[in-house]
């Protein structure tokens, strides 16, 4: 991995002021993961991710690069635009748009009721994930082909981990779905974490459809590529057919 890409990964998480580095305070639990559509260079995403990673939530990410073809119908289907993120509570029988409804929806139903500060306040949280964008214009927000996993990956992670953004955006631009395992500081889900692992360090993937299990961004994104980017020659075969 390059130092500019660490450098810039970085960068988004100190413009963001750590935003999602560690747990706030949890209310109840829910029984069914939370499904959350969205892609990773969206600044509007990053607060409903950054809200999941304090309140300690799991989600099923639908990633929706654009140009994208998985789930992006699937949002209109349902939604009715073509809008992100898209946030749906299989719980509580919740879909909604919005990045602010979202977050304030989060920590009404699964925190205390109060919204964490670096979020609490909608348009200077807007104002600073905007801003954080800029140093990775367009990482993580366009698709490109790959070989849709029969599975969706499991990825324990974090909002503010520059090496676990890293991670997120191939997983997003190849729209990989995966089971997000928010594991912030003071996580009470890193002692389970720690046990299957061996170590409390992420990013760490796991691909239940070739059973490859790793940590290091820069191993798991060679994984990806190597596993379910499309090669060259199938994308010429494929132009060719048509």
Known sequence: ???????????????????????????????????????????????????LSILDLEADVRPCPKGGQLYRPEVLRRGGKAQFPWLIDP????????????????FDTYGDGKVHWTLAVAPLATLTAVLSSLPRPGIG??????????????????EASPFCRIVREVLCTLEIPYVLRNVAKGSP???????RSGKMQVPYLVDPNTGAEMFESAAIVAYLEETYRAPASAKAAAGSRA
């Open 91 to 106: 719980n509580t029988g919740v879909e909604m748009y919005e990045s602010d409804d979202i977050v304030r929806y989060l």
């Open 1 to 51: 991995m390059s130092l500019l890409n660490l450098a810039s990964s970085t960068a988004v998480t100190l413009l963001r002021g750590g935003a999602g580095m560690s747990v706030g305070t949890l209310g109840k639990r829910p029984e069914k993961r939370l499904q959350l559509y969205e892609f990773e260079a969206c600044p509007f995403c990053r607060k409903a991710r950054e809200a």
């Open 189 to 195: 889900s890193r002692e389970a974490f720690v046990a």
């Open 141 to 158: 927000g366009f698709v490109r082909e790959a070989r849709a996993p029969e599975e969706p990956l499991w990825l324990w992670s974090f």
